[in-house]
């Protein structure tokens, strides 16, 4: 039952990776793909009746983990009390900027919004992924489940810890380029015109230059955390994971050179599944490593609510997910083809 | 700064009563646009749409705020709260789960259609992603209502051998009676705040004799659904919630009224101070037995006094709990009289032509956030000192590790960027204010 849980927050994750990660790409892209009025419009028109629902993923995923796993919201939450409060913050100016843009004719407050707009989508990436970071390496966690850290220490990945170490932000950095990307393909897919020809363009190097730090943080986090690649003998599903990355990996080369953008963007989601999927298969079932003693980790098992709780939460899960996909179809289907600008005093 | 309770208290205390405003707003107007889609739809005529239009309009600005200043709440219980998180988890975790799953995706997917789609769906699709949306926010309250009833009256649970709360029955727990009524009364608040700025709108408007079609719409609307909701609140919906706090709270019945001495005939104070220290009401203007009569249905009934319990249960910051339930009992009274008056003119056709009354409607609208807010701090301060009602106090149930500095620095932070979103709200609902009806 724990590991069920474990696998369907991981699912839920998973998903709003690949769903707010194109909100996030396309945030940091669009002041510089998008030039005129009208072509800002067009990246709002495309993510602008998703990116709220996406967003819905994370407050999803986040109740999910609380059910089930009671103990790892508390410790964690409360030992990133600083950083939590900045991805708070970073979401509710990214929304607002989203929404206050389209109410008032002005150049001047639109480009404040847009800016807005941007640094928070580059923001959030950098701080998700410095998060994961964290997950890897582990936090100062000790007998009593608790922790509290520092933004930064001495940027090195031994004890004292911080939230910003060269691993942690290496690994922001990676999201970071990730989520560019994959936002890029998105608009590449979802746009037309000079717009659609200026993505094309920016995904090419963007994708090159994730594609090297991928593997350069395969490598970093072999240095961090050794244990996680011998877990990879035995757990099958990491290899499904890896298989996974690579053909997203090679889905995109081969959408972005035959210009088949659908292609590349399911690509670049395969992409991230694939590497939160190996991530979570090697790290199972610790959810929170300690950096202090490995006793102190949490774990699916001493995190977990009780066997009730769970039973309850996964009965109605499985009523609750399909209808949540159902949403989204429904959406998708509605705003299918291409995103068009729509006109003024509608759409964002 | 040493006080790391009161930080964190007043930390989610602010942050949950400045979002508050906003999904009280849009719970309100979700129900009128519902209404008046629905009579679009049934009547054909545009005026009933170029009304739903206008105040979707208005809706989508509430809700965006609405749900930004939401993620903070969430994030909250684990950053503020930790113990309390490690420790009720097991059963409050199956709540707020389930706002995401069932209402904010149901929420977050049709707003879009609504706010953006009349074209594209027609009318009679449209009219459904209204009814869609509305049934979303009414779900969400529901969640978030079970929740904090879970805190104020603990039922379907059991105690675990390491001291954690979990689930022992879900549906006892999820339809907590407790919830129910307190959603009934929570809800009836909300269509108050929502009607009352709707008739407001529609006092503006008539009274500098612009928009005049769309402004007789929105007083009628507002006055009627305005009047319904303010008796609603009050009975049987605050009264049935005043007898299960008197049932089940009687501590905080106690100090809701200033009772400090038991015995049956117990008077209704309307007006009085507390004095906590000389434990007696100070100048009270009261109405004999009536208290008596409405927490227990018979005149001759005992109600306890703060005496009788234990100091350390009684609830902290006892005054504020007090001008709270005060303000908020006085004010819906005023809402009742108010709204009545309205409609008595409003029948015989002459409220356009009443001046004195529309400016008091126009003026009256801030009033049932101030009653909204002032009633969850009397469901929240009544509460204590208890977090979990009878099982864990409130001192339990915070982050131990988190320096009070850093709640001092984040409080001021939202501060800060609370005060520039209310602005920002405020100036973009005055704009639409005054461009007026969406052809």
Redesign the interface.
């Known amino acids: 039952m724990e590991m069920l849980w474990f696998w369907l927050v991981s699912v839920m994750v998973a998903i709003y990776a690949v769903m707010d990660g194109f909100d996030f790409g396309s945030g940091v892209l669009h002041l510089f793909v998008a030039r005129t009025e009208a072509e800002r419009r067009e990246v709002l028109a495309a993510i602008?009746?998703?990116w709220?629902?996406n967003?819905?993923w994370l407050?999803?995923a986040?109740?999910?983990m609380?059910?089930?796993f009671?103990?790892l919201?508390?410790?964690?939450?409360?030992?990133f009390?600083?950083a939590?409060?900045m991805?708070?913050?970073s979401?509710?100016l990214r929304?607002?900027a989203i929404?206050?843009r389209s109410?008032?004719h002005d150049a001047m407050w639109r480009s404040f919004w847009d800016l807005v707009f941007a640094v928070a989508s580059a923001l959030l990436p950098v701080l998700l992924g410095a998060a994961l970071g964290n997950v890897v390496r582990g936090v100062p966690l000790d007998a009593t489940?608790?922790?509290?850290i520092p933004l930064f220490t001495h940027f090195g990945v031994a004890n004292p810890v911080g939230i910003l170490d060269w691993y942690t932000v290496l690994m922001g950095v990676l999201v970071l380029a990730t989520l560019t990307t994959h936002g890029a393909l998105f608009l590449a897919w979802k746009t037309s015109g000079a717009l659609h020809e200026r993505c094309r363009r920016a995904a090419q190097p963007l994708w090159l230059a994730t594609a090297a730090l991928a593997v350069l943080a395969t490598w970093a986090t072999a240095e961090v955390n050794p244990a996680l690649y011998r877990n990879l003998s035995h757990a099958g599903l990491a290899w499904v994971g890896v298989a996974l990355f690579l053909g997203g990996l090679a889905a995109v080369f081969a959408g972005l050179y035959g210009n088949r953008f659908l292609q590349a963007f399911l690509g670049s989601s395969a992409f991230i599944v694939g590497i939160l999927a190996a991530t979570a298969a090697c790290v199972w079932p610790v959810m929170l490593p300690s950096t202090l003693d490995p006793a102190a980790s949490i774990t699916a098992y001493n995190a977990s609510?009780?066997a009730?709780?769970l039973r309850?939460?996964m009965v109605?899960?499985f009523i609750?997910?399909p209808?949540?996909l159902a949403?989204?179809a429904?959406?998708f289907w509605?705003h299918r083809g291409k995103a068009q600008a729509?006109g003024e005093?509608?759409?964002? | 700064m040493g006080d790391l309770l009161f930080w964190h208290r007043l930390q989610f205390g602010f942050t949950a009563t400045f979002h508050y405003l906003f999904p009280q707003l849009t719970m309100g107007l979700a129900l009128i646009i519902v209404v008046f889609k629905g009579l679009a739809l049934a009547t054909g005529e545009e005026r009933f749409a170029t009304a739903a239009r206008f105040w979707i309009r208005i809706f989508?600005?509430s809700f965006?705020?609405g749900?930004?200043?939401g993620?903070?709440m969430?994030?909250q219980?684990?950053?503020?709260w930790?113990?309390?998180?490690?420790?009720?988890?097991?059963?409050?975790?199956?709540t707020?789960?389930?706002?995401?799953?069932?209402a904010?995706?149901?929420e977050?997917?049709f707003?879009?259609?609504l706010v953006?789609?009349e074209?594209?769906l027609g009318p009679r699709r449209h009219f459904m992603a209204a009814v869609a949306l509305f049934l979303g926010s009414w779900l969400s309250g529901y969640f978030i209502i079970a929740t904090n009833a879970f805190m104020q009256h603990p039922v379907g649970y059991q105690i675990?051998a390491d001291g954690?709360l979990?689930?022992?029955d879900?549906w006892a727990f999820l339809l907590n009676p407790w919830a129910v009524v307190q959603y009934l009364h929570n809800m009836m608040g909300a269509v108050v705040t929502g009607s009352f700025v709707v008739a407001a709108v529609g006092a503006f408007w008539t009274l500098r004799a612009v928009h005049l079609e769309q402004a007789a719409l929105f007083l009628r609307t507002g006055v009627v659904a305005g009047l319904l909701a303010s008796l609603l609140v009050a009975f049987p919906t605050g009264d049935q919630q005043g007898k299960r706090v008197a049932r089940y709270q009687q501590p905080a019945l106690a100090a809701m009224e200033g009772r400090w001495n038991s015995g049956p005939y117990a008077e209704l104070n309307l007006i009085g101070q507390p004095n906590v220290e000389g434990r007696k009401l100070d100048n009270p203007v009261r109405l004999p037995g009536l208290l008596s009569f409405i927490a227990y249905g018979s005149f001759s009934s005992n109600v306890k006094g703060l005496n009788e319990f234990p100091r350390d249960q009684w609830p902290p910051n006892l005054e504020f709990l007090y001008y709270g339930f005060h303000v908020m009992v006085g004010l819906g009274t005023l809402f009742i009289a108010l709204m009545g008056l309205a409609a008595a003119f409003l029948v015989f056709g002459r409220l356009e032509r009443i001046r004195a009354l529309l400016w008091a409607l126009m003026l009256a609208f801030p009033f049932p956030f101030i009653a909204n807010s002032a009633g969850w701090v009397v469901a929240e301060f009544g509460r204590q000192p208890w977090l979990v009602y009878g099982l864990m106090r409130t001192a339990e149930g915070t982050?131990?590790?988190?320096?009070p500095g850093?709640t001092v620095?984040?409080s001021l932070?939202f501060a800060g960027?609370y005060f520039v979103?209310g602005l920002?709200f405020l100036f973009?609902v005055g704009?639409?204010v005054n461009h007026g009806p969406?052809a």
């Not at chain 2, 982050?399 to 320096?403: C, E, T």
């Open positions: 602008g009746p998703l709220d629902g967003e819905v407050l999803a986040g109740g999910a609380f059910l089930a009671p103990r919201l508390a410790s964690g939450f409360s030992g009390y600083l939590m409060f991805v708070v913050w979401l509710i929304g607002i929404e206050f109410h008032v489940g608790y922790f509290q609510a009780g009730a709780s309850a939460g109605w899960w609750g997910f209808l949540a949403y989204f429904y959406l509605i729509p005093g509608e759409g964002y | 989508g600005l965006a705020v749900v930004v200043t993620i903070p969430e994030f219980f684990g950053t503020n930790a113990r309390f998180s490690a420790r009720a988890g097991g059963v409050i975790g199956q707020l789960a389930m706002e995401g799953m069932f904010f995706f149901l977050s997917t707003l879009g259609l953006w789609g074209r594209r675990a954690t979990q689930l022992a879900f982050s131990q590790l988190v320096h850093q620095f984040t932070g960027l979103l920002l973009l704009r639409e969406v």
